[in-house]
């Protein structure tokens, strides 16, 4: 029987997320990409094999790929992994809409954003599908943070997908390590507006310190949050 190839994997958006991500996929062994919207920040990337913008003092795998040419990181990509602000998302993707086509060969398309379109209210993967209505849509979201994950520290997420199929358990088994744990659901909207909830709810919880409300006042905000 042949041997399934691997999966090649293009991460758009060089902010601290998007970094991190890239960087496990490829410590994890997998051919990866990191696609930066400047090419000065692109190449200040790849000469110092560290995000010093936003990201500083982790160094990167020398296997991971960066460049600002998207069609370039896309070129032969299966999974698509996004990391832009909710307001900047439809733009990218209109972006590679110009490059793939109606898709090229990718697989999947998973948002790493958190927040709502800003006009529409759309989630992530609604607009995501819009673009590419023909490519399964997922988001990957947890409560992490992305220099813990970038230096291997214990972390679990959540992959959730429109239609869990074979793509989704094989990116969710090329993620997964010792230190990161992924689940897999098909809870897709329940999954994105949990994201955005959650920073609303870290936000509420920081002016209980900084108000000095005390332990009593921010674990009754966070167990109504739950209910």
């Not at 958190?114 to 209210?121: C, I």
Request: aromatic share 4%; with cysteine.
């Amino acid at each position: 029987m042949a041997e399934t190839p691997p999966l090649q994997f293009a991460v758009i958006g060089a902010g601290a997320w998007g970094t991190a991500v890239a960087a496990h996929l490829a410590r994890r062994g997998h051919p990866a990409a990191l696609v930066a919207r400047r090419p000065e920040h692109a190449a200040a990337i790849a000469a110092a094999r560290e995000n010093r913008d936003y990201l500083p003092g982790i160094p990167l795998p020398e296997t991971l790929a960066v460049t600002a040419d998207l069609g370039a990181a896309l070129r032969g990509t299966d999974v698509a992994l996004i990391a832009s602000p909710s307001h900047a998302l439809r733009a990218w993707c209109g972006q590679m809409r110009a490059v793939l086509g109606e898709a090229g060969r990718l697989q999947l398309f998973i948002s790493l954003v958190k927040g709502l379109e800003v006009d529409t209210h759309f989630r992530a993967s609604e607009v995501m599908a819009q673009v590419f209505p023909q490519v399964n849509v997922a988001t990957l979201t947890g409560p992490t943070n992305a220099a813990e994950v970038a230096r291997g520290l214990p972390a679990a997420m959540l992959l959730a997908a429109a239609r869990p199929d074979a793509c989704v358990g094989r990116v969710q088994a090329a993620m997964s390590d010792s230190a990161l744990r992924i689940y897999t659901g098909d809870d897709l909207p329940g999954a994105e507006y949990g994201a955005c909830l959650k920073n609303i709810y870290a936000i509420a919880a920081g002016l209980c310190d900084g108000l000095r409300l005390g332990d009593n006042a921010r674990a009754a905000l966070l167990t109504r949050a739950l209910t």
